[in-house]
Each structure stands twice: as C-alpha cells, then as structure tokens.
C-alpha cells in the first residue's frame, strides 16, 4: 500500500478508513491497542478484535505512572517484542503510547491513528513522544517514528466544537510557516464548512501534515527548522501555565496573533499580512485577547523550564508561508510581548 507521506525512510502516513488500513497493515500480527476512556466510549465497535489497555483522559494522565500502567498490563497481556502497540485516540493518547512502546522490552513497534484534529496535524507526527514531570510539559520521552500513522477523518466528526476549532489553530500555524495556499484555503472557508465536509477536511489536514513532515524531514530532532513549529507556542504556553480558561490551540491562537503583532512592530511583517492572521483566527472563532495580563505573560515565558540559560528562539512570521527563528534575552521578553 502506497502511504500518502513518508517521514525519515521509516514512518508512514495513510489517509482513508482506519479500520480498514489497520487491518491491511497489521494483518497476521499480534496487536494490542491503548486508548481512552473516551475514545473507547466512543468507538466501542472499533477494531473489536483487539485486546485493550484503556488509560485515563486528560493533560494530568499524561505521565510516567500512566507508562509504568501500560507496561503493567503489557506484561499481563503476554507482550512481547513481536508486538505491535496501536494508540488510537488525540495527542496524550498517542505521546504517552508511543513512549511506553519505545521503552518496552527495550522498544517495540507501534502506530497510530490519530483521533482528533489537534493530534493528526500535529502531535502524531514526527517522532516526539513523552511525560510531563511534576507539571513540566514533555520532560521525559524519545525521538522515535511510529511505524505508521492514519488520518480517518470521519473520525474527527464525534469532536466537540471547541476541540475541533483548537486543533484549527495549529493548521493556520502550518499555513503562516510554510503554506500560503493553505492560508487562502482556510480563509475561502467558514468554520461550518471545515466541519462539514470532509473531503474540504481532508485536503487542510493533508497539507498541514506535509508542512510538519517537511520540516522534520530536514530537522528530527530540533536543533534548527523544527523550532519553526513552536510559533505561537512560547506565549501559549505561558497563558497555560498562568491560567485554564484557554485549552492548547485557543492559546496557541492568542500566542500566533501576538507573535505576528511582534513581528509587525519590528517591521519583518506587513501590516497587510498581520491583519490577515488575526483576521482568519477571528473567522475561525477565536478569542485573540490573552486571559491574563502582558506582564505575567511575560514573566512565565522567561521562566520556561525547557529554555536553558538567557536566551529564548523566537518564532516570528515574515510572510504568510515564511517564518524565522532568533535567539533572544529571557530578559527582554517583557518589553517584546507587551507592545
Ligand atoms: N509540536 C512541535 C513538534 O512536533 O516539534
């Protein structure tokens, strides 16, 4: 079977049915499946051949007792390093599968399918997977490709609103680093529409995944162009940590209206593609006004555990489809993100 993309020789990516690529792609082969309690609420009659590990939903699941579980039940199952681990559900999901199957028994294979918005263009591709740390997002986990990923996009339909809309952010985050078609795509096309009909869907989905994949094709490991994938992400983790009122693509939203006022102000961006952003986030239904004040915003940012030393990468948009990465002082912060 022809994948729709390729990641780094060794990863794979289908777009169509899930229960039918599982089946073409894992046949004969012993599988065991982890998921959530919602997702397996869900798709109950999913792949019900499959013997299940069913974890916790939930950011505060998303940890190393949760691994240590899925090892438990693993073992309990009969695992061995023959078998193959599916994590069928959105970014937790799949972050914390993936890392408990690259540690089992030394790593064994696993795949994907991604069941939200927010997971298929982002999380479940490119390798990252891991813990969070005593509240310290991603502190622990490998570089390591699942063996495939599918892209079901009838499956996005069971999404609530506002989850779908977050995962929205991340795909105008892909359009303003490296997709001006993409751009003019989701500007074409109100939120409804993006909801509705599939094939429209598909379409977005596959070219924020071609962004991501292009990028990680050049820099798995984030030692230079993956850190163009944080754009946004430096005030929108700050705005998760200072408050709850914003899931992650509703600060991810806020972090890339900022950053493109930023980027204005300093002259690398148009007025005219500045207000194009912010316009498009606003169709898109997003509140662009951060839930806490510029200050703390501020404040947090420079506290960010995984920034070593003085200095943070930046993330700034130079055009629609064309961003750049600096460094700059912690200490500065403050006066960039409050114009
Ligand atoms: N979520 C950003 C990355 O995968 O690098």
Known sequence: MRPDFTVRDCSRLYFGASEELVRALLADQRVILVTDQQVDRLYADHLPELPRIVIAGGESHKTLQTVEMIHRQLIALGADRQTFLLAMGGGIVTDVAGFAASTFMRGIRFGFISTTLLGQVDASVGGKNGVNVDGYKNMCGTFTQPEFVIFDVTLLQTLPDREFRAGLAEVVKAAVIDDPYLFRLLEE?????????????????????????????????????????????????????CSSVMNHGEAVAVGLALMAQVAYEMGLLTESDRNRIKQLLQQLGFVLEPPVSREELAQAASRDKKSAGEQIYLVLPCSIGACRVERWPKAQLAELLMP
């Open 189 to 241: 096309h109100s939120f409804e529409q993006l909801r509705c009909d599939s094939l429209l869907l598909q379409e977005v989905v596959r070219r924020a995944v071609g962004v991501k994949v292009r990028i990680v094709e050049r820099d798995e490991r984030e030692a230079g162009d993956r850190r163009l994938l944080n754009l946004g992400h430096t005030p929108a983790h700050a705005i998760e940590k």
